[in-house]
Each structure stands twice: as structure tokens, then as C-alpha cells.
């Protein structure tokens, strides 16, 4: 099994900035893709941010320039640095991790619980 960690939410202001966390655990041989979603309230969850194991990352179109994925593998934490905070990035957002127990097995999809993400004034 793999826990998900995250942390980092909170109230902002429209402008500001905020960095999320998610460190995973458990018993991990190899973590592929990991990503960020969110969900905002009264809507679907949204894949906004991917990146993999080796740093290729991807954007939904509606984040680009604003939001960054980064990740260190040797601590299998992925960050989410979310600038220019908006009241439409309201949502909560949870980690998403593709991770494999050992060699030779494919990688089982696990989720954070979440971290609330409020942008008001």
C-alpha cells in the first residue's frame, strides 16, 4: 500500500502564491507519473498538472504560465507552485500518484485526501 500526504493549502489572496506538497510512502519500488487535480465546488475533478519520472511535464491549458509541477524522486514528494492566485482556483486539490511495489509489476493508481485551496479577498 502507498499513503499520499499533501500539504500547503489555504486561504490566499487573489494574486498571491502557494505551494503544495505530496509525499508518498509505503511500499514503493518506482513511481511513474505523478499529477495534480482538482476539484472545485460544484464540479468535476481536473487533471491540471502531470509530470514523470524523468521531469516531462504537462499542463492544462487553463493553468499554463501560472502553475509549475515539480518533483524529487529520491523523497517521491511531487509540488505544485501555484502563482497569481485567482478566486476560480478555489477548488480542492489532491495528488495523484502511479506507483509500482516492485520490479516487473505495473503501477497501481493511488490519491491524496486533498487540500483545501480558497483565493478571497
Known amino acids: 500500500q502507498v499513503q499520499l500526504v499533501e500539504s500547503g493549502g489555504g486561504l490566499v489572496q487573489p494574486g498571491g502564491s502557494l505551494r503544495l506538497s505530496c509525499a508518498a510512502s509505503g511500499k514503493i519500488f518506482s513511481i511513474n507519473v505523478m499529477a495534480w487535480y482538482r476539484q472545485a465546488p460544484g464540479k468535476e475533478r481536473e487533471l491540471v498538472a502531470t509530470?514523470?519520472?524523468?521531469?516531462?511535464?504537462n499542463y492544462a491549458d487553463s493553468v499554463k504560465g501560472r502553475l509549475t509541477i515539480s518533483r524529487d524522486n529520491a523523497k517521491n514528494t511531487v509540488y505544485l507552485q501555484i502563482n497569481s492566485l485567482k478566486p476560480e482556483d478555489t477548488a480542492v486539490y489532491y495528488c495523484?500518484?502511479?506507483?509500482?511495489?516492485?520490479?516487473?509489476?505495473?503501477?497501481?493508481?493511488?490519491w491524496g485526501q486533498g487540500t483545501q485551496v480558497t483565493v478571497s479577498s
Open positions: 509530470i514523470t519520472s524523468g521531469g516531462s511535464t
Open positions: 495523484n500518484v502511479v506507483a509500482s511495489p516492485r520490479a516487473g509489476v505495473l503501477g497501481f493508481n493511488y
